[in-house]
């Protein structure tokens, strides 16, 4: 439970990791390096509901190559799935990938438990893509517990938790235009 709610969002942020200068900035680089990329070839972005969602809205749009892109759902893991590795997609793509070039999108890769063990990129692979590769805006590489390959990332952080642009506590924050973290007293600490 959230203990305060506050009626600002911005007032319930401790401080701002990454903020928008920030963020326009590197991902226009990471469009650039996308376009160059995949110059030539069908790209299809593949955006991991719902955390994608802003950095996809901004990475397309400094992408030049032609594109298309769709988005999946899983279920978040539990205590039990995070060991049994039973990750369910529960919401799947509308259009086929086969012989396309597909990048994966994602807020963060952490445990990397989500990108592994949905199956989802040996999914794609055996639908016949033409290439799966994985786009992170953060990475947390030390809560690694499974061996995913990031192929672009935008930020690397430190161990903590992050809400903004995309990520949520509780379902909220996501519409921050910059990355930060909660004040403790948010979690009910503090
Ligand atoms: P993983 O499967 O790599 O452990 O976790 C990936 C998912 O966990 C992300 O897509 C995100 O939904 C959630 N997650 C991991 N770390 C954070 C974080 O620091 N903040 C928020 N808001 N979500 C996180």
Redo the contacts with the bound molecule.
């Keep these: 439970m959230i203990s305060r709610l506050s009626t600002d969002l911005h007032e319930d942020i401790g401080k701002i990791l990454i903020d928008e200068a920030t963020l326009a900035a590197r991902i226009s680089e990471l469009g650039a390096q996308i376009s160059a990329d995949y110059s030539g070839k069908d790209l299809m972005l593949v955006g ?1 509901l719902k ?2 969602t802003l950095f996809l809205a901004d990475l397309v749009r400094a992408i030049t190559v032609p594109l298309s892109f769709d988005f999946v759902a899983v279920s ?2 539990g205590a039990d799935t995070k060991s049994s590795g039973v ?1 369910r997609i529960l919401k799947d793509l509308d259009e086929s990938v086969e012989s396309k070039h597909v990048l994966v999108v ?12 949905s199956y989802l990129l040996e999914n794609l692979r055996s639908r016949r893509a033409a290439s799966v590769k994985v786009c992170t805006l ?1 990475d ?1 590489p030390s ?3 499974v061996d ?1 390959t990031v192929d672009y990332r935008g930020f690397q ?1 430190e161990d ?4 903004g642009y995309g ?3 509780q379902g909220r ?1 996501r519409s921050l235009p910059y990355v930060g973290v909660l004040k403790p007293e948010v979690y009910g600490g503090g």
Aim: charged content about 25%.
């Design positions: 991991i955390g994608c978040s893991y990750v994602e807020d963060i890769v952490d445990t990397g438990l989500t990108l592994r063990l953060l947390k809560r690694r517990r995913v952080v903590q938790f992050v809400v990520l949520d506590y924050y």
